[in-house]
């Protein structure tokens, strides 16, 4: 589920409660949008398949060290 569908506002602070890999998921997301990326920019920014990124936003997969770094040099 993406964050607006469970009523997280944009920019808003993560909810407590969340599990680890729900609080990546969510924070890779916003951090996507506040940078003004689509999916297809931060594809093409990361080396990333488009549909792997939406998966780690939704909480489908687990983020390994190696794409953290990938993120974070982007």
């Known amino acids: 589920m993406r964050a ?11 909810p407590f409660a969340l599990e680890r890999r729900s609080r990546r998921a969510w924070n ?30 939704i909480g489908f997969k687990s983020i390994s060290i190696k794409t953290v770094d990938r993120l974070a040099d982007a």
């Not at 607006?4 to 993560?14: F, K, N, S, T, Y």
């Not at 997301?29 to 939406?54: C, N, P, Q, Y």
């Open 28 to 57: 890779l997301r916003r951090l996507r949008v506040a940078h003004g990326w689509t999916l297809k920019d931060m594809s093409e920014e990361t080396g990333i398949h488009s549909t792997f990124i939406t998966d780690m936003e």
């Open 4 to 14: 607006r569908d469970q009523g997280w506002a944009e920019g808003a602070a993560v």
